[in-house]
């Protein structure tokens, strides 16, 4: 489906520069509604069609915002009938001051999420830039702001294009640092790498070719970079939203959870089984809509 947007306004000089706000971090998310899993486009969702608990994924789906709901602002898109990965709002697009760019999906059953993000973002006043048609870019799961220096990281290989982070650069004016995903289980950049507040990240370095891991080593310092474990990666610990210090995610283990508290960060555990099932995490259920150079959230 193409979205035409050529001529939605731009912030001309420079996208996204903008002031922190005082006010706290806004996000977006879905109510589960239509939640399911209906088709396979990433290995998490083999054997699960069909299989999950509603009920259960309501629940969890509730508790995580209401974790978030104590350090931001949540505010909802109305949920559409067999749209089920529309709750993972991650991939709704990518927000950066008052400018969005709107996703485009790689995988079909995926394309009618589009005309409801990009009519959500329009009305909500956060125009459009215009992003070319043939280009996939999946959104905030895979663009990622940098905490620590005017930087954004853009994963491609499974979903977003090659020449999406180029593209990026076209509108933000600023360094884009591209990562090749060379694992399936990690199909969006933000499944496997996650930037924190004062430069930190955690990240599954196994997750990227040889050539992003030394591009990651490049950019943020030894002591800032956390590398996590096989295990806690399975987790989705890098799919973790975080705010205020306080870090959300479906699991991790004791140590992980050590090396957070060690920089200065709450692990707060929300468990997301059924949104697993799917190949979504805590990340993957929001997007922040208060994104500016140099915020801390």
């Given amino acids: 489906m193409n979205i035409h947007v050529a001529n939605a306004p731009?912030?001309?000089?420079?996208?996204?520069?903008?002031?922190?706000?005082?006010?706290?971090?806004?996000?977006?998310?879905?109510?589960?509604?239509?939640?399911?899993?209906?088709?396979?486009?990433n290995p998490w969702m083999l054997g699960n069609r069909g299989r999950i608990n509603h009920a259960l994924a309501v629940r969890q789906w509730n508790n995580?915002?209401?974790?978030?709901?104590a350090h931001a602002e949540i505010t909802l898109i109305e949920p559409q009938p067999n749209l089920p990965d529309m709750?993972?709002?991650?991939?709704?697009?990518?927000?950066?001051?008052?400018?969005?760019?709107a996703s485009r999906f790689r995988y079909s059953a995926r394309q009618g999420e589009e005309p409801f993000f990009w009519q959500w973002f329009e009305h909500n006043g956060f125009p459009l830039a215009p992003w070319p048609e043939d280009i996939f870019f999946e959104g905030a799961g895979d663009a990622?702001?940098?905490?620590?220096?005017?930087?954004?990281?853009?994963?491609?290989?499974?979903?977003?294009?090659?020449?999406?982070?180029a593209a990026h650069e076209r509108i933000f004016k600023r360094p884009v640092i591209?990562?090749?995903?060379?694992?399936?289980?990690?199909?969006?950049?933000?499944?496997?790498?996650?930037?924190?507040?004062?430069?930190?990240?955690?990240?599954?370095?196994?997750?990227?070719?040889?050539?992003?891991?030394?591009?990651?080593?490049?950019?943020?310092?030894?002591?800032?970079r956390v590398a996590v474990a096989k295990e806690d990666a399975a987790q989705y610990a890098c799919n973790a939203v975080d705010l205020g210090g306080h870090v959300f995610l479906?699991?991790?283990?004791?140590?992980?959870?050590?090396?957070?508290r060690a920089a200065g960060f709450?692990?707060?555990?929300?468990?997301?089984?059924?949104?697993?099932?799917?190949?979504?995490?805590?990340?993957?259920?929001?997007?922040k809509l208060k994104e500016s150079w140099g915020l801390v959230d």
């Fill in 64 to 69: 995580l915002r209401d974790g978030l709901a």
């Fill in 144 to 165: 990622l702001l940098d905490r620590g220096q005017p930087l954004i990281w853009c994963g491609f290989g499974f979903r977003s294009d090659e020449t999406a982070p």
């Fill in 250 to 260: 479906n699991g991790a283990s004791e140590e992980l959870q050590e090396k957070l």
């Fill in 87 to 101: 709750v993972f709002t991650a991939n709704a697009g990518m927000v950066l001051g008052n400018v969005a760019v």
């Fill in 10 to 41: 731009v912030a001309q000089n420079d996208p996204g520069a903008v002031t922190a706000p005082n006010s706290r971090q806004k996000i977006l998310m879905c109510a589960p509604d239509h939640f399911g899993v209906n088709y396979v486009i």
């Fill in 266 to 287: 709450t692990p707060v555990i929300v468990p997301l089984s059924e949104f697993m099932r799917a190949g979504g995490g805590a990340k993957c259920l929001t997007l």
């Fill in 178 to 224: 591209g990562l090749r995903l060379v694992d399936p289980r990690f199909y969006h950049l933000d499944t496997c790498f996650c930037p924190l507040e004062g430069g930190y990240l955690i990240y599954y370095p196994e997750a990227f070719d040889t050539a992003s891991r030394a591009k990651i080593a490049a950019s943020v310092a030894p002591e800032k």
